[in-house]
């Protein structure tokens, strides 16, 4: 569907409510639009799915996304505000439509690419900031009873708004794969970015644990600007075989000196091959990341205390 098509669709469905300000964005399932909502003057997002729905389309998987989003509240999850059928009068196609939150200051991969294409690494501590944010949203899904997991958590997926102070605040965007498990569940439908998927899931299993590895990769290129496999040059058998993983993985401090040991075992703990090794949750992950922001800010200060002391010393004997 065309911009043109589909500002003349929302604004005639939705008898002027909103206005479509342009086109935000196409990922592999829907298009996003950026619209201003003329009685609340409040600019927020509707995504639009592409394929059309009909009489075998099973509208409840379809509005998954938001029946899930809708009962996850927290800062650091994306807001959706409305869904239902938009209803194109041509061609008397429905299709189904999302209203969000509107998030301004892009996604994590855009950020992230910032700083690799001018050859710099991510500051250690603007890193662990936005996995702490990261867990913390998606902590909201896996302490849900029961708990839920996103199976598609990606740079991509993680997208930029900014508070008050003009701190980056997070939001985890993008449910439509997330699935309420218990344990784990088994003989499921292979679904994710391959990058990002845990190894278990190239078996049809998952767990909140497949969520935990996906951070470890984002975690891992925000420390190295780089990914810790190259799964993308590997056949599905071989995937399903887990050949990527029998690779040594270097620990992030190969790439990046200023990484710590303390780092380099969390994240190697998210990426450890076999789930029961890793981080049970979002939430048990994120008590370490929280102990390494002390620990790093801790070091920070003391830093600073022994560059000021040199600095006196320096000028009282001059």
């Known amino acids: 569907m065309g911009f043109d098509k589909a500002k003349h669709l929302i604004?005639?469905?939705?008898?002027?409510?909103?206005?479509?300000?342009?086109?935000?964005?196409e990922g592999s399932f829907a298009n996003v639009y950026l619209v201003n909502h003329n009685y609340l003057d409040t600019l927020m997002a509707i995504k639009i799915v592409k394929e059309p729905l009909n009489i075998s389309t099973n509208k409840k998987e379809i509005f998954r996304e938001v029946t899930l989003a809708s009962q996850l509240r927290h800062e650091n999850i994306i807001s959706i505000y409305?869904?239902?059928?938009?209803?194109?009068?041509?061609?008397e196609k429905s299709h189904a439509?999302?209203?969000?939150?509107?998030v301004s200051g892009g996604d994590l991969e855009e950020f992230l690419n910032s700083f690799i294409q001018n050859d710099l690494f991510m500051p250690i501590g603007r890193s662990l900031d936005l996995i702490k944010q990261i867990l913390m949203g998606l902590n909201t899904l896996h302490s849900a009873n029961p708990p839920i997991v996103h199976r598609d958590l990606k740079p991509k997926n993680?997208?930029?708004?900014?508070?008050?102070?003009?701190?980056?605040?997070?939001?985890?965007?993008?449910?439509?794969?997330?699935?309420?498990?218990?344990?784990?569940i088994s003989d499921i439908d292979i679904a994710g970015t391959r990058p990002f998927m845990a190894p278990e899931i190239f078996n049809k299993s998952v767990s909140t644990g497949s969520d935990v590895y996906a951070v470890g990769v984002m975690f891992y290129q925000l420390l190295t600007n780089c990914y810790p496999y190259d799964v993308d040059k590997y056949t599905n058998e071989e995937l399903i075989d887990?050949?990527?993983?029998?690779?040594?993985?270097?620990?992030?401090?190969?790439?990046?000196?200023?990484?710590?040991?303390d780092l380099d075992r969390i994240v190697l703990?998210?990426?450890e091959v076999d789930s029961s090794?890793?981080?049970?949750?979002?939430?048990?992950?994120?008590?370490?990341?929280?102990?390494?922001?002390?620990?790093?800010?801790?070091n920070r200060l003391l830093q600073m205390i022994i560059i000021s002391m040199s600095i006196l010393m320096s000028i009282m004997i001059m």
């Open 11 to 25: 604004e005639k469905f939705f008898n002027g409510k909103f206005e479509v300000k342009k086109f935000l964005g």
């Open 82 to 91: 409305d869904a239902a059928e938009i209803t194109d009068f041509e061609d």
């Open 97 to 102: 439509y999302f209203v969000m939150e509107y």
């Open 158 to 184: 993680v997208l930029l708004s900014f508070n008050s102070s003009g701190d980056i605040v997070i939001k985890i965007s993008d449910f439509g794969f997330a699935k309420a498990v218990t344990t784990g």
């Open 242 to 261: 887990l050949k990527p993983w029998q690779e040594e993985l270097k620990p992030p401090s190969y790439y990046n000196n200023k990484v710590s040991q």
């Open 269 to 271: 703990k998210c990426l």
């Open 277 to 298: 090794l890793r981080y049970i949750d979002a939430g048990d992950l994120l008590n370490d990341v929280e102990n390494a922001i002390d620990v790093y800010k801790s």
